[in-house]
């Protein structure tokens, strides 16, 4: 080891500031990966960042001889590759001629996907080897440099989420890539390496990535809703903005006029007025109506499916206007239904305030200044949170349609955790409702039936759990001819209201599905279906007969709960086989795109570990014929620990957005708090280092990991109310200690493995990063097939296998 070195304390600001461009690279890929292809790529990112770390352990593990005494050049070296390559491959990514929507069809489309995660491996690559190279160089500081390598991160996550916030993804990307060049240029001064010359050749690169990179643009897959809107003659964009919410791209279309009403009965007396789309990261339309005061112009607004609980509510509220809450507002369409279906007061609640300021200033004119209305009250926030936080009742709880039909029917939700639709929401919702008060949800119609009849296994579930023995009498379901409507009262419907429903869909040419004594002869007459089928599974739901339907039926229908809250999720794999034999009769839209490619990047992960990781350092150590005593102690234990952390994580990260009633706020808060701690922890371990003490604590992180699972719920419950800085804070504080703790078997192992066996570190590193590189994926298989309680039960047991490894190590 070269001695100047390792008299010299490590480059800390170097290493905290490449740290966190890898993490607001990771961060930015998600974002922007969301947008130009669908969300379900963030979880290839979390691989591939973790991949990039695993394979600089193994490169690190082989190139040793020749990096001795070399450490500030391969530093400086790698610090300027991450800051180049983070633009050059992101942009020769987006290149590529890959759609996911073709990858279970077109045998190409897996290699472009493969092409994808290789290509933005390579800067993850050139981050880790600055991090792997200071662990090596630096063995009796291990601990240190963890701690500003995690202390780095933190940062690095918080100001990827201002960035977001601040500039376009493409500028943020570009101020990523400076960024890397930066870290480069304060290694030199930190190091004392390199001279004037160097330094201003390094400023002179630095200007020319941000001149080049300037103007960059997203290159959108052609499937999207937005690609195709634009397809259309006439059609233009009329405003872009940005934040960490979405991409909200507004366009108008004068050549042919945008009619989007979903759910419109056939029977409409006439189509809607002219609308303006906005699309959220290229999709999930919604519609901004012009309103220009003509009641007739909104008549549309009577005929489609999600109008019937304002009819079903009129006998009970005897002339009353009722009250409204509608989640997730959006460009207005269903606040605008309300008021023109006679509501005295509504409640819009919509997350992203970019939406507010369209509806609200920038089109405020064109929509008739609908957020303006004094009967429209705006709320900007998470819809979980404002009902459980707000002391209002409501005659109606309207869940808006915000996917598009595409995506839906594609399969490309099945991946996002929605805690609106579990059964835990439900029951708050009902509690939100005045008596004979109605919770309405609309949903896209699939064949076979999914959404629908798994919303009526919902309902029933939140019935029963709330005391209600025959939900059957609580529920109304109605389709037309691409969406459903699912009413679920508070009390029994009485005969009156029945008769509304029915009147309703004999004059919209709605068809029934279900209602409390109805006659299969009464159903699929106007939309007809090869089969009764809503009518034929609401009626096994709601009977004795519903745990064999959820078992015998070809698609997940069983309810989502807040700790599976993977509504979309249908697929079961023993119907895997059967899809797969109707590809030549369209039966791939059966299948979820979302959740296919989580399994195929879990794959991809797993052979590129092999690979990339672990073959490598077999090879090595055997070329090298390097001792193998404890080598399978070693690779146990940083297995079990990369494996364990990355779990907690993820699973943490969910937990905490019912909490913070944001999931922005949960992936800031909850990545900051756990990496910021972690590094505090590190720091700490290294008082510890020169007497091995896992156990405790190991046994400190099994306490309050388990104590955490069960008492977390109750909790939030309780505080769900405070202002959102106050959860703020106390989320952190909660997950101070137990992060602090998570932060030390890591370094504490390394420094260990420094002291008895030093080349051993970077292969550690690897094996390590490998097992995150895993984790991160199978964090969500497990939560979704499981839960997220399994999910962290699971993460303890391998942080107590670490401690009984480790333990016979020290024996």
């Known amino acids: 080891m070269n001695r100047k070195l390792l008299s010299q304390k490590p480059p800390v600001l170097s290493i905290a500031l490449i740290s966190g461009a890898a993490l607001a690279y990771e961060i930015l890929l998600m974002r922007l990966l969301s947008i130009i292809h669908w969300h379900h790529f963030a979880y290839m990112i979390i691989s591939v960042a973790l991949l990039g770390y695993g394979a600089s352990g193994t490169f690190l593990a082989l190139s040793r001889d020749r990096l001795k005494g070399r450490f500030s050049s391969a530093f400086i070296i790698n610090a300027v590759l991450f800051g180049l390559t983070s633009v050059i491959c992101y942009l020769l990514a987006q290149s590529l001629p890959f759609n996911a929507l073709e990858i279970l069809w077109d045998p190409q489309q897996p290699l472009w996907l493969l092409c994808i995660y290789l290509l933005l491996f390579i800067p993850f690559f050139c981050a880790a080897n600055c991090i792997c190279l200071s662990f090596s160089e630096f063995p009796r500081q291990v601990h240190r440099v963890y701690c500003f390598d995690l202390l780095g991160a933190g940062m690095g996550a918080m100001a990827a989420i201002a960035a977001l916030f601040l500039l376009m993804p493409m500028t943020a990307l570009s101020a990523v890539a400076m960024l890397g060049l930066l870290t480069a240029l304060v290694a030199m001064i930190e190091l004392k390496s390199g001279n004037l010359r160097h330094r201003i050749a390094l400023l002179m690169i630095i200007a020319l990535v941000a001149a ?14 937005l690609s195709q809107a634009l397809q259309v003659q006439g059609a233009a964009e009329v405003d872009t903005r940005s934040s960490p919410l979405g991409l909200l791209t507004t366009v108008e279309s004068l050549s042919v006029p945008f009619r989007h009403a979903p759910g419109l009965s056939l029977n409409a007396p006439g189509a809607p007025p002219e609308q303006l789309a906005v699309f ?29 609980p304002y009819h079903t509510l009129a006998p009970s509220l005897k002339g009353r206007a009722p009250d409204v809450l509608v989640l997730g507002a959006g460009g207005g369409s269903d606040v605008l239904q309300a008021l023109h279906l006679g509501a005295a007061r509504v409640d819009a609640v919509e997350v992203n305030a970019q939406f507010i300021r369209l509806v609200r200033q920038i089109f405020g004119e064109f929509s008739g200044f609908l957020y303006d209305d004094p009967r429209v009250q705006v709320h900007i926030s998470e819809a979980r949170g404002f009902v459980s936080s707000s002391p209002r009742q409501w005659d109606l709880i309207q869940i808006a349609l915000l996917d598009s039909f595409g995506a839906a029917a594609a399969g490309l939700h099945a991946l996002s955790e929605n805690y609106l639709y579990t059964v835990e929401a439900f029951k708050e919702y009902l509690g939100k409702l005045r008596p004979g008060g109605i919770l309405a949800t609309t949903r896209w119609i699939k064949l076979p039936p999914r959404d629908g009849l798994k919303m009526i296994a919902t309902a029933a579930m939140a019935l029963e759990q709330s005391g209600i023995n025959t939900p059957g009498d609580h529920l109304v379901l109605i389709r037309g001819w691409n969406t459903s409507t699912l009413l679920v009262r508070n009390q029994s419907f009485t005969a009156g209201e029945l008769e509304q429903v029915r009147q309703f869909c004999r004059e919209r040419w709605f068809d029934l599905a279900y209602y409390p004594g109805i006659n299969e002869k009464e159903t699929n007459q106007y939309n007809q279906q090869q089969k009764p089928w809503f009518y034929q599974g609401s009626k096994s739901l709601l009977s004795e007969r519903r745990e064999a339907f959820f078992r015998d039926y070809k698609f997940d229908i069983r309810p989502a709960t807040d700790d599976q809250p993977y509504f979309f999720h249908f697929l079961k794999w023993r119907s895997l086989a059967e899809i797969l034999s109707l590809r030549g009769q369209g039966g791939l839209p059966l299948l979820e795109q979302g959740y296919l490619i989580l399994v195929a990047t879990l794959a991809q992960a797993v052979l590129a570990s092999l690979v990339l990781v672990l073959l490598p350092l077999w090879m090595g150590g055997r070329s090298r014929q390097q001792g193998q005593d404890g080598l399978g102690r070693v690779f146990a234990y940083f297995l079990a620990i990369g494996f364990a952390f990355m779990l907690v994580e993820i699973a943490f990260i969910q937990k905490f957005i019912l909490f913070l009633s944001h999931p922005l706020y949960a992936v800031a808060v909850v990545l900051s708090a756990f990496l910021v701690c972690a590094g505090l922890g590190s720091a700490v371990s290294g008082k510890w280092s020169a007497k091995f003490t896992i156990y405790p604590v190991v046994a400190g992180i099994g306490v309050l990991a388990v104590l955490y699972v069960y008492l977390l719920p109750p909790l939030f419950q309780q505080l769900i109310s405070l202002p959102d800085m106050a959860k703020i804070g106390i989320s952190a504080a909660l997950i101070a200690p137990l992060a602090f703790l ?68 020290t024996a």
């Open 212 to 225: 080049s990179t300037h103007g960059l643009e997203m290159k959108l897959s052609q499937f999207k809703g």
């Open 742 to 809: 998570m932060g030390m078997p890591f370094p504490l192992g390394l420094s260990q493995l420094a002291r008895l066996s030093p080349s051993r570190v970077p292969w550690a590193w690897g094996i390590n990063g490998c097992a995150s590189v895993m984790g991160a994926v199978l964090a969500t298989l497990l939560a979704i097939h499981a839960g997220f309680m399994v999910v962290v039960l699971f993460a303890v047991l391998l942080y107590f296998l670490a401690a009984a490894t480790a333990r016979k190590a």
């Open 280 to 308: 959220t990261d290229g999709d999930g339309m919604s519609m901004i109506t012009a309103n220009r005061g003509s009641a007739e112009a909104l008549d549309y607004l009577d005929y489609v499916t999600s109008a019937l």
